[in-house]
């Protein structure tokens, strides 16, 4: 639980009131004892406050904000893209960047050796180390882990950017680039905010760790083993995991507390032994597309029921308190709508829009490899045929249930079809959902630091897409973790014309001040 001091008006009086160590010091002697544990509650509050001086450190966040922004476009102009082989050597030099900026600021750090990628091809390229720094070695104070990543989505200017991606561009306050928001800004801003500390000769109110990879953008390669790895060494004195690596949902700050998992599968519909005419073979052959796309159809309803059995069953039941929670969340469906530019949406309401993009589970099919689809014509029958689709998971689901529940039903499904076809269905990737306690004291220290920092509630939301860090962090370290987005709902991750606002990333560097001063008022029997 909190201490008595993480209250809101005294959290608001942390920042600036610094002269009331004697207000009841002139009261008669009998007073004097029987408001004695009053005095010595404020003297509590007062020492704490004059510890963090809120001001001085926003005001150093403000004066500094340019040489942030330059900062940012340093990293950004190294085009860290984890998914090209070609552009590896960027990101080696990346993390060596990243590693550089902490020991400048007296960081204890190591840039982790993880291992290599095996390439389809059988080739093996080393993978980019892992950086990870420490800041403060106090056993009486909470120890923080922060996590990031630099590596980016790939992007080119002819794919439809405004600006060139790999050049930071500052247009009416909003900072363009690849990278900008997933993930460089907020990593910079939690390095900042250290930084403030430090500049000023403030004692940080909490230990502070990093730990920073450069593969999250094609899943982590390496990093659930390098966390395994030092589970008792690094992370042993780690009391809580920050991550900041998602957005807002609108222009209220939130915090995030679930997202959901992801069943990533192939399925391959395998026929004749090469390509063959349409014209010369069609219609004496069981074509290999044709059972592809019939067994795809069984997958989900076009009112968007999955028709799997046994998924739905497993999904935890919507309770009266989470309903409530949706609609008290600030979303326009109109404007989402609009974003996307749709004419038309699943569904009409907040609560059902909300509830299917965060805690239910979807079919979606992103494509299917070997099929014809350059530009032009070409009439062929392709020998072999493999769909890609996913299923995001959610509690109570279970990836390897859901593996046995997809291929059961999909080799049913093409029984029926009596064709003489070879179908195959993988599972390639098997990513549990997360979920935490909004009640934590990890929530509550993040809501006072939102309500104090931005003079406004924050939204508690969760995250349709998958981070697969964070379930690892939970299973493998036993960590209570938070995810405190600085970016915006209108950032683009992932888009053409990603960009960071210049306001997200200062304010969000003091959030993050704010913040750090809040967990160093939890009680130290929290976990």
Known sequence: MLTSNKKGPQSACLRDCHTHTHTHTHTHTSRDKMHLPAVLSLLLVVSTAQAFQ????????DSHQEEYVETLRDWVAIESDSSNVMRRKDLHRMMELVAQKLRLMGGTVELVDIGEQELPDGQTLLLPKVVTAQFGTDVNKHTVCVYGHVDVQPA?????????????????????????????????????AVGAYQALNMELPVNVKFVIEGMEETGSNGLDAMILAQRDTFFSDVDYIIISDCG?????????????????????????????????????????????????????????????????????????????????????????????????????NKVDLLAHRWRYPTVTIHGIE??????????????????????????????????????????????KRKSPNKLKVTMVIGAKPWLADTQHPLYEAGKIAISSSFDMDADLIREGGTIPIARTFQDVLGKSIIMMPIGGFDDGMHSQNEKMSRYNYIEGTKLFISYLNEVSQIQKTSV
């Open 248 to 348: 807002w949902l609108s222009r209220r700050p939130a915090l995030t507390y679930g997202t959901r998992g992801n069943c990533y599968f192939f399925a391959e519909v395998e026929g004749p032994k090469q390509d063959l005419h349409s014209g010369v073979y069609g219609g004496t052959v069981i074509e290999p597309m044709t059972d592809l796309i019939g067994i795809l159809d069984t997958l989900i309803s076009p009112s968007g029921k999955i028709l799997i059995p046994g998924i739905r069953e497993a999904v935890a039941p919507l309770s009266d308190e989470e309903w409530k929670r949706y609609q008290d969340i600030q979303f326009d469906v109109e404007d989402y709508k609009n974003k996307i530019g749709v004419s038309q949406l699943m569904y009409s």
């Open 370 to 415: 070997g099929a014809f689809s350059d530009p032009g014509t070409k009439t062929v029958i392709p020998a072999k045929v493999t769909a890609k689709f996913s299923i995001r998971q959610v509690p109570d689901m279970d990836p390897a249930m859901v593996k046995k529940q997809v291929t059961d039903y999909l080799h049913s499904v093409f029984a």
């Open 156 to 192: 080119k200017l002819e794919d439809g950017w405004a600006t060139d991606p790999y050049n930071l561009t500052d247009i009416n306050g909003h900072l363009y680039g690849r990278g900008a928001s997933d993930n460089k800004a907020p990593v910079l801003a939690w390095i900042h």
């Open 54 to 61: 809120y001001t001085e450190l926003a005001q150093f966040i």
